[in-house]
Structures are given as C-alpha cells and as structure tokens.
C-alpha cells in the first residue's frame, strides 16, 4: 500500500508560540502536527512547557521529509506508555533528587485533591516522608504518657493528657524541622527537586533532560550519537527557534539565543544538568576569541568556558533554561564579570592601562601580572516567569504570514468541559471577540484568603504583559484558548492515558479552527492583513503626533537646532560626520513634513480598531538573529 505523506507540501507558512503549563504542554504535540499538513514552520517560539513544544516543533520541522510529524503526532501516547516499572513515561520524566525526595513524593500524594482530602493527602505525605523525624518528635510526650500511665488519681490523667499533647506538638514540630530542612538543602541544590537527570524513585526510566534531547534527535532525524541539534542547524533549514528565559540575577526576561557574549559556564556543574554529549559539545565550540581583552579574560576564566555562539547552542539546553519550574525544576546557574563591582572596574581599567604599555605584550603575560576579576554566578530560571505566551515572537508591522498563539487557560465562567473536544477551545470570530480581559475574583475572608491575594499577585505580576497584549486587535484574532480543568495538565504529573489523550484531541481541533478560519478555505488571513494595516498606521500616527509637539516645544535648545533643516547646532556626543549631519536633517526635515501631513483629520487613525496600539521605545532583548551569516 502506498504511503500518504499528508506533511510533504504544505502550502502555506506560519509561526506558532505556544504558553507555558508543565504538563498541560500534551496538549501542543498534536496541535502543532494538524497545522503542519498545510502550514510549513517557519518560527517557532515559547517558554516553560512551551519551549519544550517549540523545540519539539522545530525539530519536526527538520525532520519534515523523513517523518518527524508523523512522531510527533504519536508523542501523546508514548508519553502514557508504560515504563520499566508500569508507571507512564509522563509520571517518571521529573525524577527528584535523594535530598528533595520527601517533598516530591508529598507533591504526587497532593495531586489535584481539594479541600479536607487535600488537607489530609498533605498530613499523610509528611508523616511518611518524615516518619522518623516524627518518631523522633514523639518520644518525649510518649514517654511523659508511659510515666503518667504508672501514675495514680489526677496525676495519672493529667500526665496522659500532657503526654499526648506534647507527642502531637513534638510530631508536628520534627516534621516541620526536617522539611524545613530538606527546603533549605533544596534551595543550595538550585532551587529545585528534580534536576532533569536522572533521580531516585525512577528505576531505568528515562528522566526529563536525557528524553528530550534523545527526543529533538530523534524528530529531527538524526542518529542519536550525532552532534546535538543547534539552533545553527534550524536556521540552515529556515526555521527559527526562539524561547524565554529568566535572569533572575539580572531583574531581566531573556529570549534564547541570545548575542552576549558575557556568558561563562563550568562544564563540571552543567554535567548535572545535561547529557555528557551536550556538555562536550558545548566545550568543543566556543565562540570566536575575538580581542586581546577577550582571550585575556577567557584565560581568566579558569575552569569556566565560554558560552557558544547563539549558532552552536543546542536546542536543549535551551529548553532546558526555559522550563526550569521554581521548586519542581532547579535553576541553571552560569557565570559572568559584574562590572558594577568596584573590584572589576579597577581590573578592567588595569587590562586597558597594561595594553597601552605593553603594546606587543602577550596573553599570557598579561594573566601572570594583572589581578583577575570576579566571576559572579547568574541564575536563570522559568521563561514564563516573565512572559509565559511571549506573543511579541516573530512580531512585525505587516506579518507576511499569521503567528499562531496557542493559549492555555481555565473554562470561563458560565462554561464547562464538553464530550465534543472541538467545543473546549476557544478562537475569536468576530471584531470583539477577545477584546475583554478575564476576571479573579479575590477572596476576602478568613485565613485562607491571604493565599489567593498572594496568588492573585504572582498571576498579575507574570502575566500583566501577555494579558494586555492578548487583548490587542491582530493579536486577539490569531490566539486560540484551549481551556482545561484543574485534574488536567498544571502540576498533575501522574495523568492517566484517558486525560492525556483528551487533552491531545483537544489540541488538534483547537488548530483545526485556525487552519479553517486562516487556511486556503477561510478568509481569516485577508481580515488579519487588515487590521495589521489599521493598528499599524494607527500607532504611527499617534507616535508622529507626540513627535512634532514635542519638536515644536520651546526648549534651551531647540530641537530643530539639533536636526531639521538648517540645523546646525553643536552636538554633544553621538557626533555624526559633516555628510551625514546632511542626511540627519534632511531626513528628520522630511519626517516633520510627513508629521504635519498626518495631522488634523488623520484617516490612519479615525476608526481604528480598539484598544488603540501605542508604539514606545523598548530596549532590543539581545536576540542574536541572521544566524546563517
């Protein structure tokens, strides 16, 4: 019989960014595999769960001609496929460490119970993970029972009593202890309990970091002892591969890869964390040296290795700094030169001031006789710390294809799970449609409601950003919602075969909405031109407005003086050449024209679409992009 290839020729291309939500990402490998029969991936984006999904997507991509759909589209079911000991793949994928153990077998006997079961489940995990602890706890009060037990009359009772009261403190109080404990150790272990290599508990199950990599290799068709698949190779391939991480260290969200190249690493250390092979990689190919202050500093750097160019990085280490989950995953820690440190500008300026006099100096001279700086670590943690469904991805003015969004949330009000998987999902259709932020209710009273205030603002602090942009005009249209109960997906990581393979199903009709509204059939993409057309020209024109007020203010000197025609006052810095001064002014003449033009009744902007974008000066977020170059 011959073979259907129902990915060979897509006509048509797209981007997809896909949210973060641990395991709800089951949902993504199916979704991603419909819209590959008529769209070829072009760039593909995520954080946490997602940038799993994304590298996952990506690397189908590459393996497109060979079969790499066809696997992913089976990834659900593998991923409930019993493992060496009966327990599904999903369930064995985060492995703990020895240390962390306790906590994460409390964490499976929570599940997704609520309320006294819940209450009860967490009571339970403890007394098991800390029987001795507990044990240890009661022996005072038992034996204050055991006295009193000899005891005569009142003192008999009153020594019972205060026997089991003080074995029910002491229990309470060795338990707490020791999972205080075992928190602080986790903390000094990165911050989480499972490494992503293999843990305790796991038997010969493969562990999350092992899987994926040996998962992206085999999507993208290469042998498993092959070099580890970089974001190089996608871009040879004209895929973009693009993922969040946070720098915790830095106050900052960062997109991976990225162009600095501050970044050191000790191969030791990331041996914990990656395979050997991803590790040796890594070693193997570190960016060019570049400058004498560069090779000094590389030479300085001891036992640390210089991070890859943003072509050389495999795709799972990425990933793998994306979906570092607070407490579930630990953090990545990397090392780089805190400048603001006093010590390291002093040591800076003596590599410039040691330069100037030993012009033909070497190297290795100048490491015998000049103090090194200081290496700092820097921690990375979750992308969707900061932006779980980063939908800035792959944004231009006028998109030459639609950017997909594959969105992650609870049943709204007034809605609930329906047989029909096609009914659990939620695309705009209309010009309204998604314009309405979500609703928290917030609850007030008792002790309880301390937890959902916190909750409420860790959830408006992360996802205040996407939140807003979700709402925007040619944005809300091209997202699609795939809701989900709180037993599926989030933190349930021991889901059974019929949720993973629901949720899946769930996933691929949430596509098959895009692909009706946006593919060769639907009209969707010609209504997307548009209003791309109108929030555009919309923004611009607000912005050129601001612009010329500002231009025309009286100010001590005048901005017209500066640049326009004409100008010819003295600049401060950021000179520029007597040929291009000419330009300048010719140029920001012909802008102040353009401004003027636009104004009074602006047809760009009567009407436009609602909320009315506003374009702001934002800084780059060092992406290294052109990796072909």
Same mark, same amino acid.
């Given at each position: ?204 199950? %493969? ?19 092959? %070099? ?87 795709v799972v280490v990425a990933t793998r700094m994306s979906l570092s989950f607070p407490v579930l995953i630990q953090a990545v820690r990397l090392a780089a030169v805190d400048y603001g440190q006093p010590g390291n500008r002093v040591a800076r300026e003596a590599v410039s001031a040691w330069r100037r006099e030993h012009r033909d100096g070497t190297v290795e001279q100048a490491l015998a006789e000049l103090q090194p700086p200081e290496f700092s670590p820097v921690w990375f943690t979750d992308g969707g710390l900061c932006a779980n469904l980063p939908v800035h991805f792959f944004d231009s003015p006028l998109p030459k294809h639609p950017t997909f969004a594959l969105n992650l949330g609870p049943f709204p009000p007034g809605r609930s799970k329906r047989p029909d998987e096609r009914a659990n999902s939620y695309l705009p259709t209309v010009n309204q449609g998604g314009a309405t932020r979500g609703w928290f209710p917030l609850p007030t009273d008792g002790l309880g409601a301390w937890g959902g205030f916190a909750g409420i603002m860790l959830h408006t602090a992360r996802e205040w950003v996407d939140a807003g942009q979700m709402t ?23 889901? %059974? ?74 600049? %401060? ?57």
């Amino acid at each position: 019989m011959t073979r259907i290839d129902h990915y060979a020729a897509p006509p048509l291309e797209c981007d997809i960014v896909m949210k973060g939500g641990i395991t709800s990402g089951v949902i993504y490998p199916r979704a991603v595999a419909e819209l590959a029969r008529t769209y070829r991936l072009r760039s593909v984006g995520g954080a946490s769960a997602g940038a799993i999904a994304a590298a996952a997507a990506a690397a189908a991509e590459l393996g497109r001609a060979e079969g790499g759909f066809e696997e992913l589209d089976t990834l659900p079911r593998d991923l409930t496929a019993p493992g060496p000991d009966g327990r599904s793949t999903l369930s064995t994928l985060f492995q703990p460490t020895r240390t962390a153990a306790p906590l994460f077998r409390l964490l499976g006997a929570v599940g997704d119970k609520e309320g006294a079961a819940k209450g009860a489940a967490v009571v339970g995990g403890l007394l098991r993970g800390y029987w001795w602890a507990a044990l240890l706890g009661a022996l005072p009060g038992l034996a204050l029972v055991v006295l009193g037990a000899l005891g005569t009359g009142t003192g008999r009772v009153a020594g019972i009593i205060g026997g089991v009261l003080l074995l029910l403190v002491g229990v309470v109080v060795g338990v707490a202890l020791a999972a205080g404990r075992t928190l602080g150790r986790v903390a000094s272990d990165g911050f989480g309990m499972c490494t992503g290599m293999p843990g305790v508990d796991s038997g010969a199950a %493969p562990a999350l970091t092992p899987w994926l990599h040996a998962k992206v290799q085999s999507l993208a068709r290469r042998a498993p002892d092959a %070099p580890p698949v970089t974001f190089g190779q996608l871009d040879d391939a004209g895929v973009k591969l693009r993922m969040m991480t946070t720098n915790l260290t830095r106050h900052q969200p960062m997109a991976m890869p990225w162009r600095s190249h501050e970044y050191f690493f000790d191969p030791q250390y990331l041996r914990t964390l990656f395979p050997d092979d991803v590790v040796d990689w890594m070693v193997a190919h570190p960016p060019a040296a570049g400058g004498f202050s560069s090779q000094l500093l590389r030479a300085q750097a001891g036992n640390l290795r210089p991070w890859p160019d943003a072509r050389d990085l495999p795709v799972v280490v990425a990933t793998r700094m994306s979906l570092s989950f607070p407490v579930l995953i630990q953090a990545v820690r990397l090392a780089a030169v805190d400048y603001g440190q006093p010590g390291n500008r002093v040591a800076r300026e003596a590599v410039s001031a040691w330069r100037r006099e030993h012009r033909d100096g070497t190297v290795e001279q100048a490491l015998a006789e000049l103090q090194p700086p200081e290496f700092s670590p820097v921690w990375f943690t979750d992308g969707g710390l900061c932006a779980n469904l980063p939908v800035h991805f792959f944004d231009s003015p006028l998109p030459k294809h639609p950017t997909f969004a594959l969105n992650l949330g609870p049943f709204p009000p007034g809605r609930s799970k329906r047989p029909d998987e096609r009914a659990n999902s939620y695309l705009p259709t209309v010009n309204q449609g998604g314009a309405t932020r979500g609703w928290f209710p917030l609850p007030t009273d008792g002790l309880g409601a301390w937890g959902g205030f916190a909750g409420i603002m860790l959830h408006t602090a992360r996802e205040w950003v996407d939140a807003g942009q979700m709402t925007m005009p040619g944005y809300r249209d091209r997202i699609v919602t795939v809701h989900h109960t709180a037993s599926e997906g989030g933190m349930n990581l021991d889901m %059974p075969h019929e949720v993973v393979s629901a949720l899946a199903e769930r996933g691929r009709q949430a596509a098959g909405k895009l692909v009706a509204a946006f593919g060769p059939t639907g009209d969707a993409w010609t209504y997307h031109q548009w209003i791309r057309m109108r929030t555009s020209t919309a923004g611009l024109s607000g912005w050129m407005a601001e612009f010329l007020d500002s231009y025309r203010s009286p100010q001590p000197v005048p901005y017209p003086n500066l640049a326009g025609e004409g100008a010819d006052a003295e600049l %401060p810095s950021y000179s520029v050449g007597v040929g291009d001064r000419r330009l300048v002014n010719q140029h920001v003449d012909e802008l102040v024209d353009l401004a003027r033009s636009w104004g009074g009744d602006d047809a760009l902007a009567k009407g436009a679409p609602s909320p009315r974008p506003q374009l702001r000066l934002v800084p780059d977020d060092g992406t290294a992009e052109g990796l072909s170059e």
